[in-house]
């Protein structure tokens, strides 16, 4: 259902550009190639079902991803933003015993408990010559229920949970997106996206296959290069998260006209500033289109787009995608949006929206618990997102029933902070929160009582958890109480933490 898309553009348009850095450009015939070579690879170092790929965004990741899913085996992106420790903790979650990566992560490699094939070790240029005078594999025998990816996320635990996503999720999802929004062939991609997040998994990576596009990739963010390549190469979809839309406004280089070229900007992964929406549209003409997903949800489940887009929310449901809002406390069904069909009232009640279709995850990779506290048994996946629907099917997020923050589009579960926090020896108690970041989203803010007896600065725990957190989840602020406001149980009331900043 994955393959099957790669060898079609291999064979309906081998000469067309699929991915494309400032050092190589690969063609569709060339990816296709590329995902053989890593495909025997694989298949002569492990027989384990899961195999790991450490990469950024980059003409090697959508070969060495298609040529695992060959095989078939199922793909862990490896998150490299993580400290080896975290990254660690998802290899043995994982069972995997084979990564392929580039030696540009060779430290990090290092660190894991699992061997490492590095492409730069690959004989490409000798399989290459030798795969064009041999016969091309057949696409694998894979049922749309089989789980082709398993994306790591972090948990409400201080332990990651791995969401496993199914040939039919994705496809589905990318099909789904593009018919909503009207994507067609000649459109070409940015990729500035890590492969590791669903976003860029699905809708830089996957879509642009499934819709026989070409991409351009660009391994790390950068707002001035990304705005020069948009202008450069005429790119026509982009798709980023709010802080990166911040970054290119404040660059002072970028002309007016430098993004005419753009069909879609895609905003996802955060909540999108009014500023910064309305900054794009003043200085470049162009409407920010904000979308909604999760990693359980491929990711999509409602996006804005050109010709059906409303500000302030996060768009329609994308086709073939059902939601629905039900009470926050009690459960029940409170509204169901019909999409791009009128309501008889002004709009819906606040509620939480949970989500059903075939882009809905299979469960959680060995937590039947966890699975069966988000998903019903008739398919609706429990977002933990609080929103509403106005009359004509655009919904807008209004809060979380969970205590999720989005860090930079990258999901952080305070609960994992506080984990790390509490294992110092000085530490009796941690509470974390999120604060409004003007580049970031958000940003953790940590509350801590000491042990009596014991000391310890600000600065020494910031340190402390630096080395056992991503950069992203190092809380701003570390802040020592000698209390904590507290509930009639004892439990600590994060609501009232917000009255001691």
Same mark, same amino acid.
């Given at each position: 259902m994955l393959v099957d898309a790669l060898l079609d553009a291999a064979q309906t348009c081998p000469d067309r550009t699929a991915v494309a850095d400032d050092r190589r450009t690969l063609t569709y015939k060339h990816v296709a190639m590329f995902a053989r070579i890593v495909r025997d690879a694989v298949q002569s170092q492990t027989s384990a079902p899961h195999v790991g790929v450490m990469l950024p965004a980059s003409p090697a990741f959508p070969g060495t991803l298609f040529g695992i899913l060959w095989i078939p085996r199922t793909v862990v992106p490896l998150n490299f933003l993580l400290s080896p420790a975290e990254i660690a903790d998802i290899v043995r979650d994982a069972g995997l015993d084979l990564i392929i990566s580039t030696r540009f992560f060779s430290k990090i490699a290092a660190e894991l408990p699992a061997r490492t094939v590095f492409l730069e070790d690959l004989p490409l240029k000798v399989q290459m010559f030798l795969n064009m005078l041999r016969r091309t594999p057949a696409p694998p025998q894979v049922s749309p229920d089989d789980t082709a990816v398993l994306l790591y996320t972090s948990g409400t635990s201080a332990k990651p949970k791995g969401v496993q996503l199914s040939y039919r999720n994705l496809r589905s999802n990318c099909e789904s997106c593009i018919a909503t929004a009207r994507m067609e062939s000649q459109h070409s991609f940015l990729n500035c996206l890590p492969p590791f997040h669903v976003f860029g998994l699905t809708g830089t990576t996957l879509a642009p296959v499934v819709l026989k596009a070409s991409v351009h990739a660009i391994p790390r963010f950068n707002a001035v290069k990304a705005t020069q390549t948009i202008a450069d190469k005429r790119i026509s979809i982009f798709m980023a998260i709010p802080s990166?839309?911040?970054?290119? /406004?404040?660059?002072?280089?970028?002309? +007016?006209?430098?993004?005419?070229?753009? =069909?879609?900007?895609?905003?996802?992964? @955060?909540?999108?500033?009014? #500023?910064?929406?309305?900054?794009?549209? %003043?200085?470049?003409?162009?409407?920010? /289109? @904000?979308?909604?997903?999760?990693? @359980?949800?491929?990711?999509?489940? #409602?996006?804005?787009?050109?010709?059906?887009?409303?500000?302030?929310?996060?768009?329609?449901?994308?086709? %073939?995608?059902?939601?629905?809002?039900?009470?926050?406390?009690?459960?029940? +069904?409170?509204?169901?949006?019909?999409?791009?069909?009128?309501? %008889?009232? %002004?709009?819906?009640?606040?509620?939480?929206?949970?989500?059903?279709? +075939?882009?809905?995850?299979?469960? =959680?990779?060995?937590? +039947?618990? @966890?699975?069966?506290a988000v998903l019903s048994p008739d398919g609706w996946f429990k977002t933990g997102d609080i929103g509403r629907f106005d009359a004509d099917g655009f919904l807008s997020i209004t809060g979380r029933k969970k205590e999720m923050l989005i860090v930079g589009g990258e999901n952080v579960f305070p609960r994992e902070i506080e984990a790390v926090l509490e294992d110092h020896p000085a530490v009796a108690e941690a509470a974390v929160i999120g604060a409004a970041d003007e580049s970031r989203g958000e940003v953790a803010i940590a509350f801590v009582t000491l042990k009596e007896g014991r000391s310890v600065t600000d600065i020494e725990l910031r340190q402390f958890a630096r080395d056992k957190l991503a950069g992203y989840k190092v809380p701003r602020q570390i802040r020592i109480e000698t209390d904590l406001p507290r509930g009639p149980t004892g439990k600590i009331l994060k609501r009232k933490l917000r009255d001691l900043l």
């Open positions: 990166m839309y911040a970054a290119m /406004l404040r660059s002072k280089s970028a002309a +007016p006209d430098a993004l005419r070229s753009l =069909y879609m900007a895609i905003s996802g992964g @955060e909540p999108l500033p009014p #500023t910064v929406a309305s900054g794009f549209r %003043d200085r470049f003409d162009v409407t920010l /289109l @904000e979308g909604y997903g999760l990693t @359980e949800t491929s990711p999509v489940v #409602t996006m804005n787009v050109p010709h059906a887009h409303r500000a302030g929310s996060v768009g329609q449901p994308i086709a %073939d995608v059902q939601v629905k809002l039900i009470d926050i406390e009690q459960g029940h +069904p409170i509204w169901q949006a019909a999409r791009q069909e009128r309501a %008889d009232t %002004d709009g819906s009640p606040e509620g939480e929206i949970v989500v059903r279709g +075939p882009n809905v995850m299979k469960g =959680y990779y060995q937590r +039947p618990d @966890e699975t069966a």
